[in-house]
């Protein structure tokens, strides 16, 4: 069968550019279709387009990648996908940002231990890189929560007119839908901040069910009366605060 050769690109998120290596790789003569990219974690190799790519390869294809760490960044992983590639399948690699590592030149024995011992260090400096970014993020990540800075969405509140809407609500005068558009938040959101300003209030009120939805409109349910202690000193749903 005719040699192939194929290009493989990887980052770690699919908010990072490939441009940079597909560009290397054309350079190097890969055409567009045996460009194989995967935007994932370099920890393994569970990645959809390197899995494609290792069943389309076939004895004396050469595969070319720019670095080893776009390979991988776990040094027990590499060394097993290299065996994989060059003895299994007995095709060629050819690592274009270190001349040492092409398994093209050098096919005898010290070739090969070169190649290994060469592999074998930058496969490890791969790894021991990758556990320094995570280092470095889990600083920043504790230095940031230390200054006071908040992860993850942002907190809602409810809105100011919350009471009278809630009141209309429990009335049947407000559907369901019509209180999540008001509120800007989910139903399951509001349940939910509900119980916790009943709780920080001592109330116990039954919330109703939610209201179906059929045919364009919502089904009325029958508002149930709220439950309240009379240790609370709380009389109407209208005073829940």
């Known amino acids: 069968m005719e040699q192939q050769f194929y290009g493989y690109m990887r980052v770690s998120s699919v908010e990072q550019n490939v441009e940079r290596q597909r560009q290397e790789l054309v350079r190097w003569g890969i055409v567009e279709k045996h460009i194989y990219t995967d935007k994932v974690s370099g920890k393994d190799f569970n990645r959809p ?8 390869l076939k004895p004396g294809d050469l595969l070319y990648v720019k670095s080893i760490d776009r390979l991988g960044r776990n040094y ?6 290299w065996r994989i590639i060059t003895r299994e399948k007995n095709a060629d690699i050819k690592i274009i940002d270190m001349p040492l590592l092409d398994t093209t030149y050098g096919k005898d024995l ?3 231990f070169i190649s290994d011992l060469v592999l074998s260090v930058l496969s490890y400096a791969a790894e021991l890189e990758r556990d320094h970014i995570r280092s470095r993020q889990a600083e920043g990540i ?12 942002p907190v809602k509140n ?5 009471d ?5 609500w429990r009335r049947g005068e407000l559907s369901s839908a019509d209180l999540e558009k008001e509120c800007d938040m989910a139903l399951g959101v509001i349940y939910r901040k509900i119980r916790e300003r009943q709780q920080s209030s001592g109330m116990n009120a039954a919330l ?3 209201r179906k939805y ?3 409109r919502f089904i009325k349910a029958a508002p149930r009366p709220p439950v309240i202690p009379p240790e609370s000193g709380v009389t109407k749903p209208e005073a829940l605060e």
Do not use: C, M, S
Not at 158 to 162: H, R
């Open 49 to 56: 387009a390197y899995r494609r790519l290792l069943r389309r």
């Open 214 to 216: 059929r045919r364009g």
């Open 158 to 162: 409810l809105p100011d007119n919350f």
């Open 76 to 81: 027990t992983e590499i060394i097993e996908q």
């Open 110 to 112: 010290l070739g090969t």
């Open 164 to 168: 009278e809407l809630y009141t209309a």
């Open 142 to 153: 504790a230095a940031a929560k230390a200054r006071g800075v908040r992860f993850g969405r």
């Open 208 to 210: 109703p069910p939610v």
